[in-house]
DNA sequence: TTTATAATTAGAATAATTCTAAAAAGGAAG
DNA sequence: CTTCCTTTTTAGAATTATTCTAATTATAAA
């Protein structure tokens, strides 16, 4: 069966939602829906959706694995409290390939910066 | 002690390899050298030595988290194998900046490719 | 309906990482 | 060189993330 009722539960809500959700999140809101489903069906309806190419993987250090929107987009991480946020830049994948000298699949773009919010509780501190 | 006896050690051994390696395989590396030598202690050395900023911690999904070496470069991951290398692409840094119309801290390229290794397995195949 | 296949469940198993408390090491001060 | 204090390391339990196994349930086809 190409979608489920499971699988496509977990589509929407990761298409719905902000993106870069783990398991564990996504099992949570699920829950909401269908209180009995168990983590197991959420992790087999991650893998088979990254397979079929209808989700992505991706991963921030020290963090379990997130889920995230097919569409492509680059990645804004905040320094200070590690929230995530979509930000598209200007399209590399010509300019990698002519540096490598090869096809590139795609390629993965995050960004380290200090978030508004961070920002401005910076204000007026000491240090 | 801003650099103790495995501290040292594990920082030696992420700079003089490839890079890219997960706790585990600096654990097993450190006991050739270090016979008693700990998981945690392997553990802490290396969030310590984040914290310092001698190394930096970096992730590919569904893998463990990776040390690798401070130097800025840039990672080619075969999609096929998994292997990870480095190379460097031209900085990023200000047109990203410029783009954002914010500082950034620095950035985290990878580049989805096919390493030659695979590509060679590939030719003469029937697909 | 039977039957075959695929999805879901429950729960054990495995990995990755952190935590806790005790033991060992290092260094400074007397 | 001892004593004392601080930091590092250890052992092992605890936690978290993820996969695996086998049984059960749902789906769709014949």
Do not use: W
């Amino acid at each position: 069966m190409l979608m489920t009722q499971y699988a496509k539960m977990i589509l929407e809500l990761i298409n719905q939602s902000g993106g870069h959700l783990t398991a564990e999140q996504l099992f949570l809101e699920l829950k909401k829906k269908a209180p009995k489903v168990v983590q197991a069906t959420v992790y087999n309806n991650l893998n088979t959706l990254c397979q079929e190419g209808l989700i992505r993987k991706m991963s921030i250090e020290g963090s379990p694995d997130r889920y995230d929107k097919i569409q492509k987009h680059d990645h804004l991480v905040c320094y200070r409290c590690g929230s995530i946020s979509d930000r598209t830049f200007d399209d590399l994948t010509s300019a990698l390939e002519k540096q490598l000298g090869k096809k590139i699949i795609s390629y993965d773009l995050k960004v380290c910066y200090l978030c508004p919010k961070c920002r401005e509780k910076d204000k007026g501190g000491i240090i």
